[in-house]
């Protein structure tokens, strides 16, 4: 039977990709449109996404670790060969540099014979939530805040089809957010976004209102799919409810609430990992089931992804996963079906009045700006509680804390034997990458490049709009470093608030074991002669996913040690003097990016070399594969911690053991 209601269209299809290099990315994407992808979605480098070129010192292990490298115009004509921008729906993760990858972007349309006008796609730039949670941030918050308005200003009137900027709870979510905080975070956001635009003089009268029309969002789905589902009809609502009241817009069409989704990546596992396709359908249901809050574009995560870089196998068997339930399914044929539900409207009801709540709260502050140590200590407390709940079992994870028992899975059964699940991005890789660098700045004129770069300092210095002098600079042959830095120049670098300054979170069920890892750290300050641990945890090289490395350092001070934590990217070098300044008694490292054969390497010899005792322990923490934890336990490392090690009361006890 069917209806003879004509079915909706669907969200556009994507997957989440980029990787070693741009020749690589281009045939994955080729491919994964050939395969029924309707948009693509690049994934950056880290030395793309914080303003390094791939030879830079930072840059170091990172080449097209966990996306594509792009260091100049050429680089982007690669990625995109044999794929028409004006075919195309693109979407770039892209912040501190959104501006510079936006114009090199342009610049390939331009190449292509495509008019600004035709261009369709969106930029994150969304600058706020990078000081919060994912930490590819370049300069303060008001230089970067004027970058994020310029590029919205300059795509209103030259490209006007393009989304200037996705404001994004997905990482807030990650660090911890709940519904409340995610809805409420994700707003102030977007409010000091509009609000520094609406402070415009460039931007009068029916234009704010259009602007405001070309906000979307990008959010995250959790595994409790039905609050899930309430949190975005919430988002939907309050949305409205901003756009009407806060900024005046009228029109309904202009204060819809516009949005992409991937579901929940750190929610996944490196035990029975096969289980993660069922968490990866579970979670796209709650942005597609309720017709009013449904996604407009979706890319889910592979069911690898907790293990490493998915294949392009992995993001297919994803891809299938959305088109079995757009084009199969009865979903599309339908109006709301939770239209009514009593349980829907309650508990939407209820994220909507706290979360407004909240938002307030912070908008009483200062907004985000102002509030950002606030916001950052809220996400740190929320992830302490949450990972507190699930080492007590309290919050079951199927295969972590229950039922944890398995039969061998033929997935993974032969890693480490020449197969592998996942990915692997050689050193080659970078190598190959930095010749090609070597070569573009062979090739192009440097009295131009400099010229334009001259050209930009100037423009950072005045109050006028810098994407077009950046376009400019990308015609030029301007390098991504060269352009971040030239800013750099003119508005400094910054470090945000790490969240975990005097922060302690009261234990959830198992105080005993928390009291037993106090133990621990009491016997080996004893064994030492010293009052208290000294722990220094650090993050080198560009990896910004800071959520571990915070979680260790609250529970680490809540078991008795003194934590030296600077927050994230640091070079080796600074790693090893602080090490010998604070005469630390063991030596945490985390890293998320896949760089850790190069950094932990030049960490190790940078220790030497600063003359720390080889009896200080050095940790490693990341997503690193059985093999190459092997290998670094046999350059000397004392333990190795992965995904699968949950318990952080449990490895704050290990670290204790380990000092001698």
Same mark, same amino acid.
């Given at each position: 039977?069917?209806?003879?209601r004509?079915?909706?269209?669907?969200?556009?299809?994507?997957?989440?990709?980029?990787?070693?290099?741009p020749a690589?990315?281009?045939?994955?994407?080729?491919?994964?449109?050939?395969?029924?992808?309707?948009?693509?979605?690049?994934?950056?480098?880290?030395?793309t996404?914080c303003?390094?070129?791939?030879?830079?010192?930072?840059?170091?292990?990172?080449?097209?670790?966990?996306?594509?490298?792009?260091?100049?115009l050429?680089?982007m004509?690669?990625?995109?060969?044999?794929?028409?921008l004006?075919?195309?729906?693109?979407?770039?993760?892209?912040n501190?540099?959104?501006m510079w990858?936006l114009?090199?972007?342009?610049?390939?349309?331009?190449?292509?014979?495509?008019?600004?006008?035709?261009?369709?796609?969106?930029?994150?730039?969304d600058?706020?939530?990078?000081f919060?949670?994912?930490?590819?941030?370049?300069?303060?918050?008001?230089?970067?805040?004027?970058?994020?308005?310029?590029?919205?200003?300059?795509?209103?009137?030259?490209?006007?089809?393009?989304n200037?900027?996705?404001v994004?709870?997905?990482?807030?979510?990650e660090?911890?957010?709940?519904p409340?905080?995610?809805?409420?975070?994700?707003?102030?956001?977007?409010?000091?976004?509009l609000?520094?635009?609406r402070?415009?003089p460039?931007?009068?009268?029916?234009?704010?209102?259009?602007?405001v029309?070309?906000?979307?969002?990008?959010?995250?789905?959790?595994?409790?799919?039905v609050?899930e589902?309430?949190?975005?009809?919430?988002?939907?609502?309050?949305?409205?409810r901003?756009?009407?009241?806060?900024?005046?817009v009228?029109?309904?069409?202009?204060?819809?609430?516009?949005?992409?989704?991937?579901?929940?990546?750190l929610?996944?596992t490196?035990r029975q990992?096969?289980?993660n396709?069922?968490?990866?359908?579970?979670e796209?249901?709650?942005?597609?089931?309720s017709?009013g809050?449904?996604?407009?574009?979706?890319?889910?995560?592979?069911?690898?992804?907790?293990?490493?870089?998915p294949?392009a196998?992995?993001?297919q068997?994803?891809?299938?996963?959305?088109q079995?339930?757009a084009?199969?399914?009865?979903?599309?044929?339908?109006?709301?079906?939770?239209?009514g539900?009593g349980?829907?409207?309650?508990?939407?009801?209820?994220?909507e009045?706290?979360?407004?709540?909240?938002?307030?709260?912070?908008?009483?502050m200062?907004?985000?700006?102002?509030?950002?140590?606030?916001m950052?200590?809220?996400?740190?407390?929320?992830l302490?509680?949450?990972?507190?709940?699930?080492?007590s079992?309290?919050?079951?994870?199927v295969g972590?804390n229950?039922?944890?028992?398995?039969?061998e899975?033929?997935?993974?059964?032969?890693?480490?034997?020449?197969?592998?699940a996942v990915?692997?991005?050689?050193?080659?890789s970078?190598?190959?990458q930095?010749?090609?660098?070597?070569?573009?700045?062979?090739?192009?004129?440097?009295g131009?490049?400099?010229m334009?770069?001259?050209?930009l300092?100037?423009a950072?210095?005045?109050?006028?709009?810098?994407t077009?002098?950046?376009?400019?600079c990308a015609?030029?042959g301007?390098t991504?470093?060269e352009?971040?830095d030239a800013?750099?120049d003119?508005?400094?670098?910054?470090?945000?608030?790490?969240?975990?300054?005097?922060?302690?979170?009261a234990p959830?069920?198992?105080?005993?074991?928390?009291?037993? =890892?106090?133990?621990?750290? *009491?016997?080996a $300050? !004893?064994r030492?002669?010293?009052?208290? +641990?000294? %722990?220094? /945890?650090?993050?080198?090289?560009l990896?910004?996913?800071?959520?571990?490395?915070?979680?260790?350092?609250?529970?680490?001070?809540?078991?008795?040690?003194?934590?030296?934590?600077?927050?994230?990217?640091? =070079?080796?070098?600074?790693? *090893?003097?602080? $090490? !010998?300044?604070?005469d630390?008694?063991? +030596?945490? %490292?985390? /890293?998320?990016?896949?760089?850790?054969?190069v950094?932990?390497?030049d960490?190790?010899?940078?220790l030497?070399a600063?003359?720390?005792?080889p009896?200080?322990p050095?940790?490693v923490?990341?997503?690193?594969?059985?093999?190459?934890?092997?290998?670094?336990?046999?350059?000397?490392?004392?333990?190795?911690?992965?995904?699968?090690?949950?318990?952080?009361?449990?490895?704050v006890?290990?670290?204790?053991?380990?000092?001698?």
């Open positions: 039977m069917s209806s003879e004509p079915r909706d269209e669907s969200w556009i299809f994507r997957t989440y990709a980029g990787f070693a290099s690589a990315t281009n045939e994955r994407f080729r491919a994964n449109l050939a395969r029924g992808q309707t948009g693509l979605s690049v994934a950056f480098d880290l030395p996404q303003g390094y070129d791939s030879d830079a010192e930072l840059a170091r292990g990172e080449v097209g670790r966990v996306g594509v490298p792009i260091c100049h050429g680089d004509r690669t990625v995109f060969d044999g794929i028409r004006d075919a195309m729906n693109t979407s770039m993760t892209i501190a540099t959104a990858l114009a090199l972007y342009v610049a390939l349309g331009e190449e292509q014979g495509v008019a600004r006008a035709a261009l369709e796609g969106t930029t994150q730039n600058i706020l939530k990078e919060l949670s994912r930490g590819t941030h370049i300069f303060p918050p008001a230089p970067s805040l004027r970058l994020t308005t310029d590029l919205i200003e300059w795509t209103l009137r030259e490209v006007p089809r393009w200037p900027i996705n994004c709870s997905y990482h807030l979510q660090a911890g957010a709940g409340v905080l995610e809805v409420a975070f994700t707003l102030a956001n977007a409010v000091a976004v609000d520094a635009a402070a415009s460039r931007i009068v009268g029916r234009d704010f209102s259009r602007l029309g070309r906000v979307s969002f990008f959010c995250n789905a959790g595994i409790r799919f609050e589902m309430c949190k975005m009809r919430a988002f939907v609502r309050l949305w409205d901003l756009a009407s009241e806060r900024y005046a009228s029109d309904p069409a202009l204060r819809r609430f516009r949005y992409g989704v991937q579901v929940n990546s929610g996944l490196p990992p096969e289980n396709v069922y968490r990866i359908l579970l796209m249901l709650s942005v597609t089931l017709k809050a449904r996604a407009r574009a979706i890319q889910l995560p592979a069911w690898n992804e907790a293990l490493g870089l294949r196998f992995d993001q068997w994803s891809l299938r996963a959305q079995i339930l084009l199969e399914t009865d979903l599309l044929e339908h109006e709301d079906i939770f239209e539900s349980v829907v409207a309650e508990l939407t009801d209820r994220i009045t706290e979360a407004w709540e909240e938002l307030h709260r912070i908008l009483e200062g907004g985000s700006v102002e509030a950002l140590g606030y950052k200590g809220r996400l740190v407390e929320s302490a509680t949450r990972m507190r709940r699930i080492e079992g309290e919050q079951p994870l972590v229950v039922y944890a028992g398995s039969e899975s033929p997935l993974t059964a032969r890693i480490g034997e020449g197969f592998e990915e692997r991005i050689e050193r080659e970078e190598r190959a930095v010749e090609r660098l070597d070569g573009w700045r062979r090739d192009r004129d440097d131009r490049a400099g334009w770069l001259d050209r300092r100037r950072a210095e005045s109050d006028n709009n810098l077009d002098v950046s376009l400019e015609r030029g301007v991504t470093g352009w971040a800013l750099r003119v508005f400094g670098e910054y470090r945000a608030p790490t969240g975990t300054e005097n922060r302690r979170v959830a069920a198992d105080t005993a074991a928390l009291e037993e =890892t106090r133990r621990k750290v *009491a016997s $300050a !004893a030492l002669g010293v009052e208290r +641990i000294r %722990l220094l /945890i650090a993050k080198p090289g990896d910004g996913h800071s959520n571990a490395a915070e979680q260790v350092a609250v529970r680490a001070r809540d078991a008795g040690m003194e934590v030296i934590y600077q927050g994230i990217r640091l =070079t080796p070098s600074e790693i *090893a003097r602080a $090490a !010998a300044d604070e630390t008694h063991v +030596i945490a %490292l985390s /890293i998320l990016s896949g760089a850790h054969g950094l932990v390497t960490v190790m010899r940078r030497e600063e003359g720390v005792p009896s200080v050095l940790v923490g990341g997503v690193i594969p059985e093999e190459d934890e092997r290998r670094l336990l046999e350059q000397g490392v004392s333990r190795v911690f992965t995904p699968r090690d949950h318990d952080l009361t449990r490895m006890g290990e670290l204790a053991d380990l000092i001698r």
